[in-house]
């Protein structure tokens, strides 16, 4: 079946400093990623939809330029966390789609800023 | 704005015992809707979707388009059905999910 892995899947970083997720589908092409933000015991809040080789495209009230988001290739999409604030703590969940159009999850990376 | 709620935070039902999680969305169109589980220490995984009119695990879903309900259902759980269930929305296929505030379903011995 279709994999989809994120690294790292812990991180702790300090106030003000960036951190990187990355985010692979392992044995298939994904032309569209999701990135989603999961809070202790909530939902899954979609952040951003990653396409190939074009700007993401963000949902309201997702900041661009503190949530970069980058898909270079057919099998990878990071989100950057740019001058990261403690209120950025929390679980961030890629998806990578497959045609025809299933999402397929990665295990999550649990982002803590200090 | 599409709009997906799951009313029960938390199911608790004996094994054996039939389960009916409630999911209801809010969309003017015609949308798809799946059903998602998570596993303890496990990613998120498609359980079912409502095109597919599949009965996965003994799980079914009838969307109602009148009720805008899309309820799961199974006659008997099983202790290995304890998860996290979550209701999702897409407008169209290849469109972004939203996902409801999910169930918590325990199934005691």
């Known amino acids: 079946g279709a994999v989809v892995s994120q690294h790292p899947s812990w991180v702790i970083c300090k106030s003000g400093t960036s951190v990187k997720i990355e985010c692979r589908s392992l044995d298939f092409q994904a032309t569209t990623m999701f990135w989603y933000r999961q809070f202790p015991k909530q939902s899954l809040m979609l952040m951003a939809t990653s396409n190939e080789g074009s700007k993401a495209t963000y949902e309201q009230g997702v900041e661009k330029d503190k949530f970069l988001i980058n898909h270079a290739s057919l099998t990878l999409s990071t989100l950057t966390v740019t001058s990261a604030h403690p209120e950025d703590s929390s679980f961030y969940i890629c998806?990578?789609?497959?045609?025809?159009?299933?999402?397929?999850f990665g295990p999550g990376t649990r982002l803590t800023v200090t | 704005a599409q709009r997906v709620t799951q009313p029960e935070k938390l199911l608790s039902v004996f094994k054996g015992a039939p389960v009916e999680l409630k999911c209801n969305y809010s969309y003017s169109g015609s949308p798809e809707l799946f059903w998602y589980v998570q596993y303890s220490r496990q990613r998120l995984q498609l359980l079912l979707r409502?095109?597919s009119r599949e009965s996965i695990k003994g799980f079914t879903a009838d969307l109602n388009k009148g009720e805008t309900s899309f309820h799961l259902k199974k006659p008997f759980a099983q202790e290995e059905d304890s998860a996290m269930y979550y209701c999702a929305l897409s407008k169209a296929a290849g469109n972004k999910l939203t996902f409801g505030g999910g169930t918590r379903v325990l199934v005691k011995p």
């Open positions: 998806s990578a789609q497959t045609e025809p159009y299933e999402q397929y």
């Open positions: 409502h095109i």
